[in-house]
Protein backbone atom coordinates (compact mmCIF):
# COMPACT_ATOMS: atom_id res chain seq x y z
CA UNK A 1 0.00 0.00 0.00
CA UNK A 2 1.51 3.40 -1.26
CA UNK A 3 2.13 5.71 1.70
CA UNK A 4 -0.46 9.04 2.02
CA UNK A 5 2.99 11.04 1.16
CA UNK A 6 3.14 9.47 -1.99
CA UNK A 7 -0.24 9.90 -2.73
CA UNK A 8 0.31 13.66 -2.08
CA UNK A 9 3.44 13.43 -4.35
CA UNK A 10 1.63 12.27 -7.32
CA UNK A 11 -1.68 14.46 -6.88
CA UNK A 12 1.09 17.45 -6.94
CA UNK A 13 2.50 16.39 -10.41
CA UNK A 14 -0.76 15.13 -11.55
CA UNK A 15 -2.22 18.98 -11.03
CA UNK A 16 0.85 20.44 -12.60
CA UNK A 17 2.12 22.10 -9.07
CA UNK A 18 5.62 21.18 -9.06
CA UNK A 19 6.63 23.65 -5.96
CA UNK A 20 4.56 21.69 -3.79
CA UNK A 21 5.46 18.44 -5.45
CA UNK A 22 9.12 19.70 -4.35
CA UNK A 23 8.30 20.23 -1.04
CA UNK A 24 6.39 17.13 -0.46
CA UNK A 25 9.71 15.48 -1.83
CA UNK A 26 11.61 16.54 0.23
CA UNK A 27 9.68 16.04 3.33
CA UNK A 28 9.42 12.53 2.17
CA UNK A 29 12.87 11.85 1.66
CA UNK A 30 13.32 13.02 5.19
CA UNK A 31 10.97 10.78 6.30
CA UNK A 32 12.68 7.57 4.28
CA UNK A 33 15.95 8.95 5.47
CA UNK A 34 14.58 8.49 9.64
CA UNK A 35 13.74 5.04 8.53
CA UNK A 36 9.87 5.39 9.79
CA UNK A 37 8.17 1.80 8.55
CA UNK A 38 9.82 -1.15 6.09
CA UNK A 39 12.89 0.35 4.69
CA UNK A 40 12.76 -2.54 2.38
CA UNK A 41 9.28 -1.49 1.44
CA UNK A 42 9.97 2.13 1.49
CA UNK A 43 12.90 1.70 -0.88
CA UNK A 44 10.54 -0.04 -3.43
CA UNK A 45 8.54 2.62 -3.06
CA UNK A 46 10.67 4.99 -3.42
CA UNK A 47 12.02 3.98 -6.44
CA UNK A 48 8.63 3.38 -8.14
CA UNK A 49 7.27 7.09 -7.13
CA UNK A 50 10.64 8.57 -8.72
CA UNK A 51 10.16 6.18 -11.49
CA UNK A 52 6.38 7.17 -12.28
CA UNK A 53 7.62 10.72 -11.43
CA UNK A 54 10.12 10.92 -14.06
CA UNK A 55 7.73 9.66 -16.81
CA UNK A 56 4.96 12.61 -16.02
CA UNK A 57 7.72 15.15 -15.83
CA UNK A 58 9.39 13.95 -19.29
CA UNK A 59 6.00 13.86 -20.76
CA UNK A 60 4.81 17.25 -19.14
CA UNK A 61 7.73 18.70 -20.87
CA UNK A 62 7.34 17.03 -24.31
CA UNK A 63 3.66 18.54 -23.98
CA UNK A 64 5.40 21.98 -23.09
CA UNK A 65 8.24 21.72 -25.94
CA UNK A 66 5.17 20.80 -28.58
CA UNK A 67 2.87 23.84 -27.59
CA UNK A 68 6.19 26.26 -27.80
CA UNK A 69 7.64 24.70 -30.93
CA UNK A 70 3.77 25.63 -32.03
CA UNK A 71 4.03 29.42 -30.85
CA UNK A 72 7.29 29.85 -33.10
CA UNK A 73 5.77 28.34 -36.56
CA UNK A 74 2.60 30.29 -35.53
CA UNK A 75 5.01 33.52 -35.30
CA UNK A 76 6.73 32.68 -38.32
CA UNK A 77 3.80 33.12 -40.14
CA UNK A 78 2.74 35.86 -38.44
CA UNK A 79 5.76 37.66 -39.04
CA UNK A 80 5.63 36.64 -42.79
CA UNK A 81 1.89 38.24 -43.44
CA UNK A 82 3.81 41.49 -41.70
CA UNK A 83 5.77 41.96 -44.80
Known amino acids: MESEAALEIREAIAAQDYSTALLLWNGYVKQVQCGRGEQA ?13 RCALLCARSHYLDRLNAIHVAAAYTMADRT
Not at 41 to 53: C, D, I, K, P
Request: charged share 40%; net charge negative.
Open 41 to 53: ERLAEVRELFHWG
